[in-house]
């Protein structure tokens, strides 16, 4: 079955304390992205990748990081985890450049104490 | 840059009744515009997409309609079910960088009572 996978779906954790959020996903897509969701903002982007190797900046970078050493694979990575990064988490892949659709994995509800 | 403009929610309705949830948006170029939709629990799924003026798209009942002259795409269900409670986002494709960005409304949650 065509899926992205998240992991954990939900995490709680206290300020500081360096955490990993795993996504992968089985299509072969090029392009994988993360997106944070907060009422009333919608879905915003964190980081995306259009390929192994290749990351760049989405709109709210700020204390995050990401790798892209495998297709499949594209860890979201908080180094030192704040308040203000409780959130929902959304992992996405996408067949290219084109990208008119994105397949998104089920989310990781983050609580940041 | 380029956004999108969803009515505010909660959409409360009783089955069978005609839904519309209003879009709007501002871009430069000619965006694909995206209906997406989010089940309790679940991650986004794209419902329907558009990728011209005038064209129209349809999935599950569902309905809308880019309009360059009014840049809206408003998402139409002439009959909903309960079923159809979610949240509803409406998204367009902005080219950024080599590949296509997608920007997304706030969300519209639908709530359908028996």
């Known amino acids: 079955e065509a899926q992205v996978t998240q992991n954990p779906r939900y995490l709680i954790t206290v300020t500081g304390k360096k955490l990993t959020v795993t996504c992968s996903q089985n299509m072969n897509h090029e392009y994988m992205s993360w997106y944070r969701q907060d009422p009333g903002l919608g879905l915003r982007q964190i980081y995306y990748s259009m390929n192994v190797e290749v990351t760049d900046k989405g709109d709210v970078p700020e204390g995050y990081k990401v790798s892209r050493k495998e297709k499949r694979n594209f860890p979201l990575i908080l180094e030192s985890p704040s308040p203000n990064q409780t959130s929902l988490y959304f992992c996405?892949?996408?067949?290219?450049?084109?990208?008119?659709?994105?397949?998104f994995g089920p989310g990781t509800r983050l609580t940041v104490t | 840059g380029d956004s999108v403009t969803q009515m505010e929610g909660p959409v409360t309705l009783s089955e069978e009744a005609f839904l519309t949830i209003n879009c709007t948006y501002t871009a430069t170029g000619y965006p694909s515009l995206f209906w997406y939709v989010q089940y309790p629990g679940e991650g986004l799924q794209l419902l329907l997409k558009?990728?011209?003026?005038?064209d129209k798209g349809s999935n599950k009942g569902f309905e809308a309609t880019y309009r360059k002259e009014t840049t809206s795409f408003h998402l139409e269900k002439g009959s909903v079910q309960v079923s159809d409670s979610a949240v509803y986002f409406c998204?367009?494709?902005?080219?950024?960088?080599?590949?296509?960005?997608?920007?997304f409304g706030a969300g519209t949650r639908l709530a359908v009572h028996p």
């Open positions: 558009a990728t011209k003026a005038d």
């Open positions: 998204a367009l494709s902005e080219r950024s960088g080599g590949y296509n960005k997608l920007i």
């Open positions: 996405a892949s996408g067949p290219g450049r084109m990208n008119y659709e994105q397949y």
